[in-house]
C-alpha cells in the first residue's frame, strides 16, 4: 500500500496559468451522481486501487470525508491532509465509515507527509500561516514567504473590512518551491503537463497546493505568485469551493484584483485593489472590437478562458467587471461571493441560471451593467 503523503497519479489541472495558453480545468470525476446528506460528517477509510495503464496499479487508503457520492459508488473523497480525490467504483478495495468527527491534519503531520513524498534533498521551511516544501535558495523561500504573509495578513483585513469574517483555513497551507525552471517543468509536468513548460506557478484544485519555483527576478514576476497564492486563499477560507461551479470570471477576476504590481515600492507589492494596468490596457485594446453580448458570454461560460484566441480578452473583461463591481457595488459583490460559496461541488448550473443569479445579485439587467461598467473602466488613467 503506498503511502498517504504520495502524490496521485491522475490529476487535475490548475485553476489557472499566467500563459496565453489557458488551461482546461478538467474534471475527471464525470459519472452520475447525488449528493451526500449536508450533516454527513463522518470519516471514511477507504482503500482502492490507482489508476494505471497496466490496470494494476498499487493500493491506497486514504482517510477523509465524501464529497460527493454517484448513484454507482464512485467517490469524491477529501483527506484530513486537504487533497481531493476522486475513485471510480471499479477502484474500490474497501470502504469503512464511522461516527468519529473529521478533524483535519496539523502542520506538523504535513512536514513528516511532505518530507515523506518529495525527495530527500527537499527541506520545509515555516511561517505563521504556511509551509513551504522546497529545494530552493534558502534565502529565496524566505522572500517568498513574506511575500505570501503579507497576502494573507491583506486578504483577511480586507474582507473583515467588508463585514465578512472569513474562518482560518481548514488544513495547512503548502506551497512547493523548485530550485529552477527545469526542475520545476519536471516535477509540475506529472500535474499540469506541457503547461508546466510556459508558467511559473499555479495554484493546483485537487492537491491544494501552489507550485512555483526560483525565478531570477522575483520583483518582475510577482503578480503571478500573487495571484497563485490569492487562489489558494480564496479555496481554503470558505469563500469558494474546490470543483464547486465558480464561474472563472469570478476566480480570476478575484484573483487579478490582489494581484497588481507596485513598482514603486522596493518590495513590488504593497496594497490590495491598485488598478491593473496589464489587464487595463489589454481592456482597452479589446474594447474596440468587443461583441455587444460579451458580458453574457463571460458570465454564462467559461469556454472564452480555455482558448488561446480569446483568452487574453477574457481575462481583461473578468478583471474590469470585478474592479467595477468592487469598487461601485462592494456590499452586493460581497453578497453574491457569498451565494456561490454555498454551492456544492459538481453542481452545475446552467448558462440562464448563471445569468439569472448574476442580475439578481446586481438587481440590474446585464445591458445596465454593461454600460456602466465601460463607463466605469474607460476613465481609469
Known amino acids: 500500500m ?9 490529476t487535475f489541472a490548475p485553476s489557472h496559468a499566467r500563459s496565453p495558453l489557458v488551461v482546461l480545468l478538467v474534471v475527471a470525476f464525470t459519472f452520475t451522481f447525488v ?20 490496470g494494476d496499479g498499487a493500493t ?14 464512485g467517490l469524491m473523497l477529501r483527506s484530513n491532509d486537504g487533497r481531493i480525490w476522486t475513485v471510480q467504483p471499479d477502484q474500490i478495495v474497501q470502504r469503512e465509515s464511522d461516527d468519529l468527527p473529521f478533524v483535519p491534519i496539523d502542520a506538523d503531520e504535513m512536514e513528516r507527509r511532505m518530507l515523506e513524498e518529495m525527495p530527500d534533498r527537499f527541506r520545509i521551511y515555516r511561517t505563521a500561516n504556511y509551509l513551504f516544501v522546497h529545494d530552493a535558495d534558502d534565502a529565496y523561500v524566505k522572500r517568498v514567504g513574506q511575500l505570501f504573509e503579507r497576502l494573507h495578513r491583506g486578504f483577511y483585513t480586507y474582507w473583515r473590512n467588508q463585514g465578512w469574517r472569513l474562518p482560518d483555513a481548514k488544513f495547512p497551507l503548502v506551497a512547493v518551491v523548485l530550485r529552477d525552471h527545469e526542475t520545476f517543468v519536471e516535477h509540475a509536468g506529472e500535474e499540469i503537463g506541457e503547461t508546466a513548460k ?17 525565478v531570477r527576478n522575483l ?14 486563499l480564496a479555496y481554503n477560507c470558505g469563500m469558494q469551493q474546490r470543483f464547486a461551479d465558480n464561474p472563472m470570471w469570478v476566480s480570476e477576476g478575484l484573483a487579478m484584483y490582489f494581484e497588481s504590481p507596485d513598482f514603486n515600492n522596493p518590495r513590488g507589492w504593497r496594497s ?14 479589446y474594447l474596440p472590437k468587443r461583441p455587444a453580448e460579451s458580458l453574457a458570454t463571460l458570465i454564462s461560460e467559461d469556454s472564452r478562458f480555455r482558448s488561446s484566441t480569446t483568452a487574453e480578452n477574457a481575462y481583461a473583461e473578468a478583471w474590469a467587471l470585478s474592479y467595477f463591481l468592487i469598487k461601485t457595488q462592494r ?15 459538481l453542481a452545475t448550473k446552467t448558462k440562464r441560471e448563471r445569468i439569472e443569479m448574476f442580475e439578481e445579485a446586481f438587481d440590474a439587467d446585464l445591458a445596465t451593467i454593461d454600460r456602466a461598467m465601460v463607463q466605469f473602466i474607460n476613465h481609469l488613467r
Open 198 to 214: 510556459s508558467v511559473i506557478g499555479y495554484y493546483h484544485l485537487e492537491s491544494n497546493r501552489v507550485t512555483t519555483f526560483h
Open 219 to 232: 520583483e518582475r514576476n510577482i503578480a503571478t505568485i500573487i495571484h497563485e497564492a490569492t487562489h489558494q
Open 331 to 345: 456590499p452586493k459583490y460581497v453578497e453574491y461571493l457569498r451565494q456561490l460559496s454555498e454551492c456544492r461541488p
Open 2 to 10: 503506498t503511502r498517504l503523503g504520495a502524490p496521485p497519479r491522475k
Open 60 to 73: 491506497r487508503e486514504i482517510v477523509g470525508e465524501v464529497l460527493v457520492e454517484a448513484q454507482d459508488g
Open 272 to 285: 490590495i485593489g491598485l488598478p491593473n494596468h496589464v489587464n487595463l490596457a489589454r481592456w482597452k485594446r
Open 35 to 54: 449528493f451526500v446528506a449536508a450533516t454527513a460528517d463522518a470519516v471514511e477509510t477507504v482503500e482502492f486501487r490507482e489508476s494505471s495503464k497496466g
